[in-house]
C-alpha cells in the first residue's frame, strides 16, 4: 500500500502482525518505523536488530517466544538488501503464531526489496508500505511538524533555505533542526548560514541551473557522483526541477508574474525563486515535453536495462541533455 492508505490505518489504530517499510524516502521509512515501534509498545518492549546483526534463527525464536515480563514483543529489523522469502514467510508465521509477537522490517537504500512484498497479506494481518520521496511542498510540511515539536521559532524561508541547502536531504535538514533548537532565537535564513552546513561541494541548485542553461556541467557531475548521489535519484531531481519550471512558465503565460505560493504551495529563498522563474520563462514551451520524455526513457534505462557502468552512461546522457536542450 501506499501512505495515504496507511496513514488511514494509523488514524484507525489498526494494528497488524507484521510490517514492511521501503521506497525512495529513507527518512519516511525511519519515521514510519519508528511511529510504529513506539505505537506498539515501550522502549524496553522493542529488540532492534541492524544489518549485520540479523540472524535468521535467533529472529524466529525471539518472535515464537513470548517476554517473562511482557505482553509485547517487538522485534525490529533494519536490512540494506533483500531477505530470502522463506525467512520473511517464517517470521511471519512466527507472529502469527505468537500473538505477542510483533515484526517490523525496515529496509534502507536503493536495494531491490519488491520481492518481499509478496509475503505481506491480509491472510497474514502484515502490511507492506513503499515510500515515495515527497515533493517540495511536502518536505517543507515535515520540517515545519518537526520544528513545531521542538518548539522552534522560525521563519518559513528559513525552513526552504534549509531543505534546498541539504539538497532535499529531510535526514539532514531533521538533524540541524535538533540542533537549531536549543538556540533561543528565531530561525531566519542567516541563522542557518552561521549554523548549519550544506553537503558536499557543489550546489545541487546551481548544478540544475547549468544543466538547463547549457552550461558545461561535466566537473560538477563528476564530483556530486563521487559524493555519492544515487544516478535514478540524481535524473528524478532533475525531473521535478523541469516540472516545476514548467509550472512556473505556464503561470505565467496564463496568468503573469508567476506567484510560488499558488505554483508551489510554498515560498522559497527570494534569490532561488527569481533565478528559477527566469529560467523557466526563456524555455521555449514545446520545449519542456520533450526533455520530460527524455529524462523518463533515461530514467527507465537506468532502472530496467543491463548497463555495464550506470555512472558513466548518466554523464554522457546528461550531457546530450545539455546539447539538445541548453
Same mark, same amino acid.
Given at each position: ?68 515480563? #511482557? ?117 531566519? #535564513? ?39 548521489? &544515487? ?8 525531473? #521535478? ?55 523518463? &526513457? ?29
Amino acid at each position: 500500500m501506499y501512505k495515504n492508505e496507511f496513514d488511514n490505518h494509523l488514524r484507525q489504530n489498526k494494528k497488524f502482525n507484521a510490517y514492511m517499510f521501503y521506497g525512495q524516502s529513507t527518512y519516511l521509512v525511519e519515521l514510519y518505523t519508528n511511529i510504529v515501534a513506539t505505537s506498539l509498545g515501550l522502549a524496553d518492549e522493542i529488540e532492534k536488530l541492524y544489518f549485520d546483526e540479523y540472524d535468521f534463527k535467533y529472529a524466529k525464536d525471539k518472535l515464537l517466544q513470548s517476554s517473562l515480563f #511482557s505482553s509485547n514483543n517487538i522485534l525490529l529489523i533494519k536490512c540494506e538488501k533483500k531477505l530470502p522469502k522463506k525467512e520473511v514467510d517464517a517470521l511471519i508465521d512466527a507472529c502469527n503464531t505468537n500473538m505477542d509477537s510483533t515484526v517490523i522490517f525496515s529496509c534502507m537504500g536503493d536495494g531491490d526489496f519488491k520481492t518481499m512484498e509478496k509475503s505481506f497479506t491480509a491472510k497474514t494481518n502484515s502490511a507492506v508500505v513503499r515510500m515515495f520521496a515527497p515533493n517540495d511542498n511536502e518536505a517543507v510540511r515535515l520540517l515545519e511538524n518537526e520544528a513545531k515539536k521542538h518548539n522552534i521559532n522560525y521563519e518559513m524561508s528559513a525552513l526552504n533555505h534549509l531543505y534546498f541547502m541539504h539538497k532535499n536531504d529531510l535526514s539532514l535538514c531533521i538533524n540541524d533542526l535538533s540542533k537549531l533548537a536549543i538556540l533561543e532565537e528565531k530561525i531566519t #535564513s542567516n541563522i542557518i548560514n552561521t549554523h548549519c552546513f550544506g553537503i558536499g561541494i557543489v550546489s545541487f541548485e546551481d548544478f540544475l541551473h547549468n544543466l538547463l542553461s547549457g552550461k558545461d556541467i561535466s566537473n560538477d557531475l563528476n564530483l556530486l557522483l563521487e559524493e555519492g548521489v &544515487n544516478e535514478v535519484f540524481l535524473v528524478t531531481q532533475v525531473t #521535478s526541477f523541469v516540472q516545476q519550471l514548467f509550472l512556473i512558465a505556464s503561470y505565467a503565460r496564463a496568468y503573469g508574474a508567476p506567484n510560488p505560493k499558488e505554483i508551489l504551495g510554498f515560498i522559497p529563498p527570494k534569490a532561488v525563486w527569481e533565478k528559477k522563474s527566469k529560467l523557466a520563462i526563456n524555455i521555449k514551451p514545446q520545449m519542456f515535453q520533450e526533455m520530460l520524455e527524455f529524462l523518463l &526513457n533515461l530514467e527507465l534505462e537506468l532502472k530496467s536495462s543491463k548497463i555495464d557502468n550506470t555512472n558513466l552512461y548518466l554523464q554522457a546522457t546528461l550531457r546530450k541533455f545539455t546539447v539538445l536542450f541548453g
